[in-house]
């Protein structure tokens, strides 16, 4: 709904069932030779990596603000993992975003708090291991909760074949879409330069955040 508005609990239901979808104005193709298929999702997410795009995602309810963007893994982690995922949602940059009004602040503060009660909740909070646990916390759920914090979530739907020990690597040769082989060894290819860095693996639980 407009203005950060939403239906009450009890007239939700009746919403989604006469509102939504039921007014749309029919909106002509964009590209009417698209064909929705596995290949050219993969061969959008590529182009997505290789211009290195980035998404900035904002919630008005908790307040706060972080980035997406799409990464891919390097040869060495493929080699250790044949068959891996392609790619990687990398969570970054978080930061809050809190209201300049201070009701709409004190709320805001108020259900992101619930919201990390919620998400530590099994966690003992004398443990030594506390803030690692926290860590591991938000990366099972995908919860960022502190700027210093990252997270890599694995795209299922789009896995390296599995290949022989003799080629070492992927071999671009064997997909129907465009695969970040560029990344591997043996190429003359570079990505496009931009103003973003390059987002190579990096094992999640790289994090350093201070205790909180």
Same mark, same amino acid.
């Given at each position: 709904?407009?203005?950060?508005?939403?239906?009450?609990?009890?007239?939700?239901?009746? @919403?989604?069932?006469?509102?939504?979808?039921?007014?749309?104005?029919? =909106?002509?193709?964009?590209?009417?030779? @698209?064909?929705?298929?596995?290949?050219?999702?993969?061969?959008? =997410?590529?182009?997505?990596?290789?211009? !290195?795009?980035?998404?900035d995602i904002s919630s008005n309810r908790?307040?706060?603000?972080?980035?997406?963007?799409?990464?891919?893994?390097?040869?060495?982690?493929?080699?250790?993992?044949?068959?891996?995922?392609?790619?990687?949602?990398?969570?970054?940059?978080?930061?809050?975003?809190?209201?300049?009004?201070?009701?709409?602040? !004190?709320?805001?503060?108020?259900?992101?708090?619930?919201?990390?009660?919620?998400?530590?909740?099994?966690?003992?909070?004398?443990?030594?291991? &506390?803030?690692?646990?926290?860590?591991?916390?938000?990366?099972?759920f995908r919860f960022l909760f502190h700027?210093?914090?990252?997270?890599?979530?694995?795209?299922?739907?789009?896995?390296?074949?599995?290949?022989?020990?003799?080629?070492?690597?992927?071999?671009?040769?064997?997909?129907? @879409?465009?695969?970040?082989?560029? &990344?591997?060894?043996?190429?003359?290819?570079?990505?496009?330069?931009?103003?973003?860095?390059?987002?190579?693996?990096?094992?999640?639980?790289?994090?350093?955040?201070?205790?909180?």
């Open positions: 709904m407009s203005l950060n508005r939403r239906a009450c609990g009890t007239h939700q239901f009746e @919403f989604s069932r006469k509102e939504i979808n039921h007014h749309l104005k029919p =909106v002509p193709d964009s590209d009417p030779g @698209f064909i929705n298929s596995k290949s050219s999702h993969a061969n959008h =997410v590529y182009d997505l990596w290789q211009h !290195r795009w980035k998404n908790l307040g706060i603000r972080y980035n997406v963007r799409f990464a891919a893994n390097s040869s060495n982690f493929i080699r250790k993992h044949p068959g891996a995922y392609i790619y990687r949602k990398h969570l970054l940059d978080f930061k809050f975003n809190l209201s300049s009004n201070p009701a709409t602040k !004190r709320k805001q503060e108020t259900r992101f708090k619930r919201h990390c009660t919620r998400m530590f909740k099994n966690i003992n909070p004398i443990s030594r291991t &506390m803030k690692e646990d926290k860590i591991a916390a938000g990366r099972r700027e210093a914090q990252h997270i890599y979530s694995p795209i299922h739907h789009l896995k390296f074949k599995r290949f022989s020990t003799e080629k070492l690597l992927p071999d671009p040769d064997d997909y129907t @879409f465009k695969i970040p082989h560029h &990344m591997l060894e043996n190429s003359s290819i570079t990505p496009i330069a931009r103003s973003q860095p390059s987002t190579s693996y990096r094992p999640s639980g790289a994090n350093t955040i201070p205790i909180i």
